[in-house]
């Protein structure tokens, strides 16, 4: 399974009991609604390292069973904690200002000059 694959490079130690069916479980969330930590086995990974791990474009993920494999359902891109640089880079080439971007990017802010 590509899951436990990629799971033993970093986690060699890994123990996986495909008898439970919680072997795979999310444990605990983020106040922003990402990944805290996901239990593998005996193996806890936080959000982000889950992210690295198994290639998933955010830590803002679903990780259910789909009989032998893992299925990960992601929401969104990056970190989720401000600006993309991709995103703001290409909304600048399709001729956005920085103001326009950054409004893009966090709602409700005001820009002063002082």
Known sequence: ?????KLKQNHPEAEINFDLADWIEI????DGGRVK???IGN???SGVEARTTFGLKSANFTAKLDGDNVKFSVIGYGHGVGMSQTG???LAKQGKTAEEIIHHFYIGVKIENY
Request: charged fraction near 35%.
């Open 88 to 90: 703001a880079d290409a």
């Open 43 to 45: 193996v806890n990974l």
């Open 1 to 5: 399974m590509e899951v436990v694959e």
């Open 27 to 30: 444990k605990e969330y983020t």
């Open 37 to 39: 930590t996901l239990r």
